[in-house]
């Protein structure tokens, strides 16, 4: 969209038009432009007394960013009187002088009224007699409006990262709006927020230093960062905090911003759970203590008189499982009750109140066994606590009045494992699950666990951007909006680098958590380990020389959005590395044993530097928030102090000298010369390894088509089929499929092993997701990816979570060796297959399986 300028407003002088969504702002005077700020005038923010509270407070955010980037303020008023140019900020039917503008027609609000949190931005000539020029900001409600006004905000120059990741505000001394119109629309997913959890030691540490705990002064600076990020809906922190007990500011300070407030999802009726542990509630069974439950329930709903949605429902004591003899009978009579006392304290039928019921572990089952739930609350499905979607309606599902919502997961304490440390989530991998949820209409409450919000900052940009439009971003979008994303804390100078280098870390980090890397994660004989720290160690490098081109102002950001974990897992793995060579070393009584033991010991101490590192940034302003143990784990909980991963020495005596053995060549299958595209050659050593995306052939049909997920997976990108609601497909004839051309020299047997993302059964249906596969001639063999999982936290599923892969292998007969036809067929939606290793007997197993055999002679 290109912004029209203002001879086409003489045409058409009642309402403006769209200017372009990215840049309606300019730091110099174009044509009629509005003057915002300059040298020598500012603009005045007109704000109406009678106007919302939260709209007011935002005006002053307005005011101290126009300062951030010009040093000079904008006078905020009440009243108008003669001037230039004005800037008049309000909520639709709460600002007197927006609603005459619109009863003279020189504004067209059709586009807001009764919409949900939708703003408009609009310039208007000679708006009142004795006034030349106004800027329109004007909400449908009082999120709209605080919308329009911090989306000038980032046009301007302020990130929404600019306080909680010190992204600096860049400076100009004058400040412009170009005349038309611009809009965002609606949001398309109706609550969007985050999970403040598992918040000790780092986050819980860092605000008692900061600003006494979990009160209204920090949350007042999270309020305005989820503000500024397009969210509404936030679940407190709640290990051993309760957000309306612990500071009665707290609930004042959400409404003040504007902000919807929900306590998790198993803390029914808006109590903290640790209120009861507080007031000795006795025991948390609804059995045998029902009037006391009752009891603490009915003071939350009297307390929480601000703008909320209610958990509904219960589990056991902690976050545990109700016993197993909960009977689904038990828990719709606990539901019924709270909903009596929700219509009793509300003076009104429990259905006005939003509510929702998470579908988390075992409630899920019972769900899925019958239990029924209120039409009226939002079903809140969930991912496995590590972002793979457990359950999505059927696209023929019959609509719900509350609808669905996701709970998804950054961050988890449990098993396999805690991962709380740092970011570890590929976008692709949020975008193709999210967009699965979209897709299913699941568009009533997107909310996911942040851990201690840092270091999520990139994630949780993308998780609340990607809530606001899910058509707006498409898979192959993700590089752009990464650059995007960088550039808006960067510059653009660097942008592209920068996101290389986040998307980079991700995708490392995505392979595996770092607290379940081990010395045995990567393979050290087929020199898997010395890979994944080669390129780990590059990726830093690349990091370092991009860090000393970027100005000083960026360096603190940089550090933390960028550099730090790089740097903090670059090192970590390079010490299990060591620890695995030590290891070798040892059992060899080889000379190198102590030296890779004391280079363990040096990773291992650098590992606390790299945190000091964090903590004394901008003076200290980030103490305490990489506290977090990552090393010295024995089992899911988290160590109480790291410890060095065990090493051993030889002494002098013992030493044997280290037997280069020569490499013997290996065989390779020969391709045709004139072969072009992709082809594959079989690998003595390797076998045949296929990344997904060189197919040789793809086979669209039935109104079914591949598209590749670009970066999506641990080592390349992945394919699936869209639509992601389509129905199953029968593996035969012109049945949508893939063909990978293959040369082997090699016949007979092979067993093909195809990895997947860990998506997981999400219909809950006989077979789960299916796929099938067959070589030249071949009946295709219809394989299932997850049928075996039926619980989603134990078993098997243990291996897939840690894995972050689902590997099935499928054995096949190859007649007669050179080239041959592997068809990989759609069986159902929703299956992302990343990678195809072919291994004739020969191939020693990899964790990321083989490095790819593509013939690269195109
Ligand atoms: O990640 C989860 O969803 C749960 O483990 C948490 O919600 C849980 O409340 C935990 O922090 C403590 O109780």
Same mark, same amino acid.
């Given at each position: 969209?290109?912004?029209?300028?203002?001879?086409?407003?003489?045409?058409?002088?009642?309402?403006?038009?769209?200017? /372009?969504?990215?840049?309606?702002?300019?730091?110099?005077?174009?044509?009629?432009?509005?003057?915002?700020?300059?040298?020598?005038?500012?603009?005045?923010?007109?704000?109406?007394?009678?106007?919302?509270?939260?709209?007011? =407070?935002?005006?002053?955010?307005?005011?101290?960013?126009?300062?951030?980037?010009?040093?000079?303020?904008?006078?905020?008023?009440?009243?108008?009187?003669?001037?230039?140019?004005?800037?008049?900020?309000?909520?639709?039917?709460?600002?007197?002088?927006?609603?005459?503008?619109?009863?003279?027609?020189?504004?067209? $609000?059709?586009?807001?009224?009764?919409?949900?949190?939708?703003?408009?931005?609009?310039?208007?000539? /000679? #708006?009142?007699?004795?006034?030349?020029?106004?800027?329109?900001?004007? %909400?449908?409600?009082?999120?709209?409006?605080?919308?329009?006004?911090?989306?000038?905000?980032?046009?301007?120059?302020?990130?929404?990262?600019?306080?909680?990741?010190?992204?600096?505000?860049?400076?100009?001394?004058?400040?412009?709006?170009? /005349?038309?119109?611009?809009?965002?629309?609606? #949001?398309?997913?109706?609550?969007?927020?985050?999970?403040?959890?598992?918040?000790?030691?780092?986050?819980?540490?860092?605000?008692?230093?900061?600003?006494?705990?979990?009160?209204? @002064?920090?949350?007042?600076?999270?309020?305005?960062?989820?503000?500024?990020?397009?969210?509404? *809906?936030?679940?407190?922190?709640?290990?051993?905090?309760?957000? *309306?007990?612990?500071?009665?500011?707290?609930?004042?300070?959400?409404?003040?911003? %504007?902000?919807?407030?929900? &306590?998790?999802?198993?803390?029914?009726?808006? =109590?903290?759970?640790?209120?009861?542990?507080?007031?000795?509630?006795?025991?948390?069974?609804?059995?045998?203590?029902? &009037?006391?439950?009752?009891?603490?329930?009915?003071?939350?709903?009297?307390?929480?008189?601000?703008?909320?949605?209610?958990?509904?429902?219960?589990?056991?004591?902690?976050?545990?499982?109700?016993?197993?003899?909960?009977?689904?009978?038990?828990?719709?009579?606990?539901?019924?009750?709270?909903?009596?006392?929700?219509?009793?304290?509300?003076?009104?039928?429990?259905?006005?109140?939003?509510?929702?019921?998470?579908?988390?572990?075992?409630?899920?089952?019972?769900?899925?066994?019958?239990?029924?739930?209120?039409?009226?609350?939002?079903?809140?499905?969930?991912?496995?606590?590590?972002? /793979?979607?457990? @359950?999505?309606?059927?696209?023929?599902?019959?609509?719900?009045?509350?609808?669905?919502?996701?709970?998804?997961?950054?961050?988890?304490?449990?098993?396999?494992?805690?991962?709380?440390?740092?970011?570890?989530?590929?976008?692709?991998?949020?975008?193709?699950?999210? +967009?699965?949820?979209?897709?299913?209409?699941?568009?009533?409450?997107?909310?996911?666990?942040?851990?201690?919000?840092?270091?999520?900052?990139?994630?949780?940009?993308?998780?609340?951007?990607?809530?606001?439009?899910?058509?707006?971003?498409?898979?192959?979008?993700?590089?752009? *909006?990464?650059?995007?994303?960088?550039?808006?804390?960067?510059?653009?100078?660097?942008?592209?680098?920068?996101?290389?280098?986040?998307?980079?870390?991700?995708?490392?980090?995505? =392979?595996?958590?770092?607290?379940?890397?081990?010395?045995?994660?990567?393979?050290?004989?087929?020199?898997?380990?010395? !890979?994944?720290?080669?390129?780990?160690?590059?990726?830093?490098?690349?990091?370092?020389?991009?860090?000393?081109?970027?100005?000083?102002?960026?360096?603190?950001?940089?550090?933390?959005?960028?550099?730090?974990?790089?740097?903090?897992?670059?090192?970590?793995?390079?010490?299990?590395?060591?620890?695995?060579?030590?290891?070798?070393?040892?059992?060899?009584?080889?000379?190198? !044993?102590?030296?890779?033991? +004391?280079? $363990?010991?040096?990773?291992?101490?650098?590992?606390?530097?790299?945190?000091?590192?964090?903590?004394?940034?901008?003076?200290?302003?980030?103490?305490?928030?990489?506290?977090?143990?990552?090393?010295?784990?024995?089992?899911?909980?988290?160590?109480? @102090?790291?410890?060095?991963?065990?090493?051993?020495?030889?002494?002098?005596?013992?030493?044997?000298?280290?037997?280069?053995?020569?490499?013997?060549?290996?065989?390779?299958?020969?391709?045709?010369?004139?072969?072009?595209?992709?082809?594959?050659?079989?690998?003595?050593?390797?076998?045949?390894?296929?990344?997904?995306?060189?197919?040789?052939?793809?086979?669209?049909?039935?109104?079914?088509?591949? @598209?590749?997920?670009?970066?999506?997976?641990?080592?390349?990108?992945?394919?699936?089929?869209?639509?992601?609601?389509?129905?199953?497909?029968?593996?035969?004839?012109?049945?949508?499929?893939?063909?990978?051309?293959?040369?082997?020299?090699?016949?007979?047997?092979? !067993?093909?092993?195809?990895?997947?993302?860990?998506?997981?059964?999400?219909?809950?249906?006989?077979?789960?997701?299916?796929?099938?596969?067959?070589?030249?001639?071949?009946?295709?063999?219809?394989?299932?990816?997850?049928?075996?999982?039926?619980?989603?936290?134990? %078993?098997?599923?243990?291996?897939?979570?840690?894995?972050?892969?689902?590997?099935?292998?499928?054995?096949?007969?190859?007649?007669?060796?050179?080239?041959?036809?592997?068809?990989?067929?759609?069986? &159902?939606?929703?299956?992302?297959?990343?990678?195809?290793?072919?291994?004739?007997?020969?191939?020693?197993?990899?964790?990321?399986?083989?490095?790819?055999?593509?013939? !690269?002679?195109?």
């Amino acid at each position: 969209m290109k912004h029209i300028f203002s001879v086409f407003l003489l045409l058409f002088p009642l309402f403006g038009f769209c200017i /372009n969504p990215d840049t309606y702002v300019t730091f110099q005077s174009k044509g009629k432009s509005f003057c915002v700020a300059s040298k020598s005038k500012m603009a005045s923010i007109l704000v109406s007394k009678e106007d919302e509270q939260a709209v007011i =407070r935002a005006t002053n955010d307005l005011q101290m960013d126009v300062e951030r980037v010009t040093g000079r303020k904008n006078n905020i008023i009440n009243e108008l009187s003669k001037h230039d140019e004005v800037i008049i900020v309000g909520t639709l039917g709460k600002n007197q002088w927006i609603d005459a503008l619109v009863t003279q027609k020189k504004i067209d $609000v059709k586009s807001l009224q009764g919409k949900w949190e939708t703003f408009v931005i609009q310039t208007i000539e /000679n #708006p009142f007699p004795h006034v030349k020029k106004a800027l329109v900001i004007v %909400g449908s409600d009082r999120r709209g409006a605080i919308y329009g006004i911090y989306d000038l905000s980032k046009q301007i120059g302020v990130s929404p990262w600019y306080f909680w990741a010190d992204v600096p505000v860049p400076k100009h001394d004058e400040i412009y709006v170009l /005349n038309g119109r611009y809009s965002e629309g609606s #949001p398309k997913v109706k609550y969007r927020g985050i999970f403040i959890n598992d918040e000790a030691p780092a986050l819980s540490s860092w605000s008692k230093e900061k600003f006494g705990g979990f009160n209204h @002064k920090f949350y007042g600076k999270v309020f305005e960062l989820l503000l500024r990020l397009k969210a509404n *809906y936030i679940w407190p922190a709640m290990w051993g905090s309760a957000f *309306y007990a612990d500071d009665a500011e707290n609930i004042k300070t959400a409404d003040e911003y %504007g902000i919807v407030i929900g &306590t998790s999802h198993h803390e029914p009726l808006m =109590r903290a759970h640790d209120e009861w542990r507080r007031e000795k509630g006795g025991v948390w069974n609804y059995e045998s203590n029902p &009037t006391k439950l009752q009891a603490f329930w009915r003071e939350g709903m009297k307390r929480a008189t601000n703008e909320k949605i209610v958990s509904v429902g219960m589990r056991g004591d902690g976050d545990e499982p109700m016993s197993r003899e909960t009977a689904t009978a038990l828990l719709e009579k606990i539901v019924k009750d709270q909903r009596n006392i929700i219509s009793e304290v509300t003076g009104k039928p429990a259905s006005e109140t939003p509510q929702l019921w998470a579908l988390y572990k075992e409630v899920q089952d019972y769900y899925d066994k019958g239990m029924t739930v209120p039409d009226d609350v939002t079903l809140l499905l969930c991912d496995d606590n590590w972002g /793979n979607l457990r @359950k999505l309606p059927k696209p023929d599902a019959k609509p719900r009045k509350g609808g669905y919502g996701i709970y998804y997961h950054f961050d988890y304490v449990g098993g396999p494992r805690n991962y709380k440390w740092l970011n570890t989530n590929p976008l692709p991998r949020i975008w193709e699950q999210m +967009h699965l949820a979209w897709e299913h209409h699941v568009k009533d409450i997107w909310i996911v666990n942040v851990g201690d919000i840092k270091p999520m900052e990139f994630p949780i940009s993308f998780f609340l951007d990607y809530a606001w439009n899910p058509e707006k971003i498409q898979a192959n979008d993700l590089q752009q *909006y990464s650059e995007q994303w960088a550039s808006k804390q960067f510059g653009d100078k660097y942008a592209k680098e920068i996101a290389f280098l986040l998307n980079q870390y991700s995708k490392f980090n995505g =392979r595996r958590k770092p607290e379940l890397l081990d010395a045995n994660t990567y393979n050290l004989k087929t020199g898997e380990w010395k !890979t994944v720290v080669t390129d780990y160690n590059n990726l830093l490098q690349k990091a370092d020389s991009i860090k000393k081109y970027l100005s000083p102002t960026y360096q603190d950001a940089y550090f933390q959005l960028v550099l730090h974990p790089i740097k903090a897992c670059a090192n970590l793995n390079e010490m299990y590395y060591n620890v695995a060579l030590n290891k070798e070393a040892f059992e060899n009584k080889w000379k190198e !044993t102590n030296t890779y033991a +004391h280079k $363990v010991k040096q990773l291992y101490d650098n590992d606390s530097l790299i945190t000091k590192e964090y903590h004394q940034l901008n003076n200290g302003k980030w103490n305490h928030l990489m506290s977090q143990t990552h090393i010295g784990y024995t089992y899911w909980q988290q160590p109480e @102090k790291q410890k060095m991963p065990a090493v051993k020495y030889l002494s002098e005596a013992t030493i044997v000298e280290k037997k280069e053995i020569a490499n013997q060549p290996l065989k390779k299958a020969t391709i045709p010369t004139h072969k072009k595209g992709n082809v594959f050659y079989q690998d003595e050593q390797k076998g045949v390894s296929i990344e997904a995306k060189h197919f040789t052939k793809a086979i669209n049909t039935n109104g079914i088509v591949w @598209k590749i997920l670009p970066d999506h997976g641990r080592t390349g990108s992945a394919i699936t089929t869209f639509p992601v609601t389509a129905k199953e497909q029968k593996p035969e004839g012109n049945a949508p499929h893939l063909e990978y051309e293959i040369y082997t020299f090699s016949e007979g047997d092979v !067993t093909i092993q195809a990895y997947f993302s860990p998506s997981l059964n999400f219909y809950g249906t006989e077979n789960g997701l299916q796929y099938a596969i067959s070589i030249d001639d071949e009946q295709p063999q219809i394989i299932s990816l997850n049928k075996e999982d039926k619980t989603s936290d134990k %078993g098997i599923w243990n291996k897939w979570a840690a894995e972050n892969i689902i590997i099935k292998t499928s054995k096949h007969s190859l007649v007669g060796k050179g080239k041959h036809k592997i068809k990989y067929w759609m069986v &159902t939606s929703g299956v992302v297959l990343q990678k195809l290793d072919l291994n004739f007997g020969k191939t020693e197993q990899n964790y990321l399986g083989s490095a790819e055999t593509l013939n !690269t002679s195109k």
